[in-house]
């Protein structure tokens, strides 16, 4: 069977020449009228993979 990147993956992160995987911060879709301002504006950085789940992630892109 081909190896093949993980489609979600590659839509979702991306690889950085440093080998960190950069990605956005999750919870800011809807229901954000509660969350106060500072909440907000950090979930809206974009953040990097933790290295506890860079192997996960690096299987996923493979190419």
Do not use: I, P, W
């Amino acid at each position: 069977m081909k190896m093949r990147t993980h489609s979600g993956a590659k839509k979702r992160l991306k690889v950085l020449s440093s080998g960190k995987v950069k990605k956005k911060s999750t919870r800011m879709r809807h229901l954000n009228s509660h969350m106060s301002s500072k909440t907000k504006r950090q979930l809206g950085k974009t953040s990097y993979v933790e290295d506890a789940n860079l192997l996960q992630v690096r299987r996923c892109l493979v190419f």
